[in-house]
């Protein structure tokens, strides 16, 4: 396959476990992501990048029961309160309510700068429900007590980290192995999306754990 089959960011990867503001070991943060526990394509798609990608160094595989596509975070969970949780959920499942379920094909991927990741496609509908999401937010907590990312702040880019980076280094053996690969494509049907509490864990595991809150629904006809 041609090395432009799979695309990078930049020409290094860079450690992803870097100190970010406000994270500290055991804080928790409520956010909204799209989860896969029920996808079997999609771990099977992942797990055959992944096979290609383990003998190169300085990755974190992401287990199947932790893929996800990040949406929208709502705030720490010693900043939140529980009434102020409860109005913005209940806001977030009127919104999300007026979306129909849409499918999402996953198959090539894409090199950011601090992992490996799979975009969906097509993207309108991902980022139709994240806007729903935040809008919601910002009508039930107010328009500043609404977080936005760095990565938010450059555009949303909705996608699947299959791998954390832990090192820089160069990506062009990164790319040499997942093209080398072309396993068939996974399509996902997404029909809701989920709050949960999340906690980003560093060593010895080096993984975002969560567990599951609330569901919001796509349930327009």
């Not at 990040?70 to 209940?90: C, H, K, R, W």
């Amino acid at each position: 396959m041609a090395l432009s089959d799979v695309t990078s960011d930049a020409p290094t990867l860079r450690d992803h476990w870097w100190s970010r503001p406000g994270w500290r070991p055991g804080r928790l943060t409520y956010t909204w992501h799209l989860t896969f526990d029920a996808s079997p394509a999609l771990h099977r798609l992942v797990a055959t990048y992944q096979e290609a990608l383990r003998p190169l160094p300085g990755l974190r595989l992401v287990p199947p029961r932790w893929l996800h596509l990040t949406m929208q975070n709502v705030g720490y969970v010693d900043q939140v309160s529980d009434a102020q949780l409860a109005t913005s959920t209940a806001a977030v499942r009127d919104c999300v309510a007026t979306l129909q379920p849409f499918e999402l094909t996953f198959h090539r991927p894409h090199v950011l700068r601090e992992a490996i990741v799979l975009p969906p496609s097509p993207t309108t509908p991902v980022h139709d429900l994240y806007t729903q999401i935040r809008e919601a937010l910002t009508a039930a907590l107010g328009p500043d007590a609404v977080p936005t990312s760095p990565e938010q702040a450059r555009g949303f880019r909705p996608h699947v980290s299959m791998a954390y980076s832990s090192i820089t280094t160069p990506v062009e053996p990164y790319i040499d192995a997942l093209n080398n690969v072309d396993p068939d494509p996974a399509v996902v049907t997404v029909d809701s999306a989920q709050l949960i509490r999340q906690e980003r864990l560093l060593a010895p595991d080096w993984l975002y754990r969560w567990y599951l809150l609330d569901n919001a629904e796509l349930t327009a006809p």
